[in-house]
């Protein structure tokens, strides 16, 4: 496009100066009068011909490209966050477990799993490391159940197996 | 009472998480933004910047201001120069024209006269516009760096459609500024000066119609550049900002549709990782903005002062001498305005932008 612009704008300026020449040179009378007429239809021609040889298809091309860079850009830190999410979510979910535990008399340690397939990380797979009487653990695994919607079967417990 | 104790000690270890996670999210952002590249890209304008602890505005600001008083006596004793030699010749034209010489068919006092400004003119003009035109490729290297890495934060900081629109219109109008400025617009100056010094000393009044055309012609095209990235800015910017709205306003919905503490727990992640992107974005904004200023500085410096030292070098020309030669002054002080309004043009451009990116809100 812009190639096209310089070549006609270059074209219609070289025109009007090869006219001023012609003008300027040739002498008074019929010779200045043909000396103007075919200067302006040179100058017509230099505007009008590169104008039906435009490619109007070149912008949307251009347009689709720059969409595609940026659209690269935009997605640059999409997996860090996404990464840096998760961790948060883990740390978070497992510091409230831990504290939740603690309230019911429980010292243990907690580990959580977030899912990533799904769009936003959720806590999936919880781990309690500590020893839990068999009462402990119950409240506890119905806590996470309650809290996070994590159902048993996906609550281990190292000292105590499976639940 | 053991239940209120019991849920702000929940609230204390969920928000000292939330504290050590700020940190340590916006230092792995950092590192995936790539900023050390960008800082290291911006260092000869703006040294000793290290984006990820901050950025300090007034210091920076500060070292810009160094720099150009610095510069500030070399550029000005250039101009005088220039000034005193363009008088110089005029006043020679004067005194000849006074001894009677230019009053036979051709104006030979007006063609030496055009002559002589062009020799005194044409290493200013080449190097004026040499500096203005390595100001714009510095400004394009650096915006390839800048402006994914503004998309990039801002995408993250909740507005990824209007951040792809930003960088969409920036990128399209900022290369077919400089592709028309290097292929269309610097030839069309080179021949308005060529037209007006030709002017000046053949007086054909065509040639000084032709050269205020070009003139026009560049100056329209700059305009309309600038007037149709704000437009296409401003409109698409909107369009993005509706469909960034609808996106924040799903993502809120899938959270609240969620167990309450997960919920929570998620969105204070998301309010984290979004406030970290954020700071960023709004730091390598500002940083951007600043080098695109430091770039810019001295080449202003350089053709404001020529510009004006040459416009009032043409105003005392006239009162001493009537002929083309004053004007043609006048004419060449043009010429660097408009070299002026291109450097000026690219900066605009991409300082809109950025301004664009800074004030842009996250959503949240």
């Known amino acids: ?40 239809l ?60 603690a309230a019911l008399g429980i010292s243990c340690q907690v580990r959580v799993e977030a899912d990533e397939a799904v769009d936003y990380p959720v806590p999936k797979v919880v781990t309690v490391t500590g020893s839990l009487s068999r009462e402990q653990r119950r409240k506890l695994t119905e806590q996470i159940e309650a809290d996070f919607a994590i159902p048993a079967d996906r609550q281990y417990y190292e000292s105590g197996g499976v639940e | 009472m ?88 005029v006043l020679f034209c004067s005194l000849t024209e006074g001894m009677g010489a230019g009053q036979g068919p051709v104006n030979a006092v007006a063609l030496v006269g055009a002559l002589a400004v062009t020799a005194v003119a044409a290493a200013d003009a080449n190097s004026l516009i040499g500096m203005g035109r390595e100001a ?32 969409l219109a920036t990128m399209l109008f900022s290369d077919l500024l400089i592709t028309l400025i290097n292929r269309v617009l610097l030839p069309l100056v080179y021949t308005y000066i060529a037209a007006c010094v030709a002017w000046a000393a053949v007086g054909n009044e065509g040639l000084k119609r032709m050269a205020a055309t070009l003139k026009w012609a560049v100056t329209t095209v700059l305009t309309a550049v600038l007037i149709l990235f704000v437009t296409y800015l401003t409109i698409s910017g909107v369009i993005a900002g509706t469909t960034d709205a609808l996106t924040v306003k799903a993502a809120k919905f899938t959270m609240s549709s969620m167990v309450p ?72 002080s043009g010429a660097f305005g408009l070299v002026l309004g291109m450097t000026g043009a690219c900066a605009l451009l ?12 996250g959503g949240g």
Not at chain 1, 6 to 22: E, Q, R
Not at chain 1, 72 to 77: D, K, N, P, R, Y
Not at chain 2, 139 to 158: D, I, N, Y
Request: aromatic letters at 4%; a negative charge.
């Open chain 1, 42 to 101: 040179l100058l017509l021609l230099a505007v009008v011909k590169p104008l039906l040889e435009l490619d109007g298809s070149a912008l949307t091309q251009a347009m689709t490209e720059y969409r595609l860079d940026a659209e690269i850009s935009a997605q640059a830190l999409e997996g860090e966050n996404k990464t840096l999410m998760k961790d948060i979510i883990e740390t978070q979910s497992a510091a409230y477990i831990q504290d939740k535990a």
């Open chain 1, 1 to 40: 496009m812009v190639e096209f612009l310089g070549k006609w704008l270059m074209g219609v300026t070289c025109a009007a100066l090869i006219l001023a020449l012609a003008e300027g040179l040739s002498p008074e009378g019929g010779p200045k009068r043909a000396a103007r007429l075919a200067g302006g």
């Open chain 2, 350 to 361: 991409l300082l809109i932008s950025m301004v664009a990116a800074v004030s842009a809100a």
């Open chain 2, 136 to 167: 714009i490729d510095h400004m394009e290297s650096f915006s390839k760096l800048l402006l994914p890495a503004v998309t990039a934060a801002a995408s993250a900081a909740g507005t990824p459609g209007g951040a792809v629109a930003r960088q």
């Open chain 2, 261 to 332: 503490v997960v919920g929570g727990i998620l969105s204070d992640a998301a309010e984290t990782v979004l406030a970290g992107a954020g700071i960023l974005k709004n730091t390598v904004g500002i940083f951007g903005m600043l080098v695109v200023i430091g770039i810019c500085l001295v080449p202003f410096l350089q053709l404001g002062f020529h510009y004006l030292t040459y416009k009032v070098a043409s105003a005392l020309s006239a009162t001493l001498s009537g002929s083309r030669v004053a004007a043609l002054i006048d004419q060449i």
């Open chain 2, 2 to 89: 053991m239940r209120r104790l019991a849920m702000l000690a929940v609230l204390l270890v969920v928000l000292t998480g939330t504290a050590w996670a700020s940190e340590s999210v916006l230092d792995a952002q950092s590192e995936a933004l790539g900023l050390e590249a960008l800082e290291d890209a911006g260092a000869e304008w703006m040294p000793d910047v290290d984006l990820n602890a901050g950025l300090d505005l007034d210091q920076s600001i500060g070292q810009l201001l160094d720099t150009g008083n610095a510069q500030l006596g070399g550029v000005l004793r250039k101009a005088l120069r220039s000034g005193a030699l363009l008088l110089a010749v």
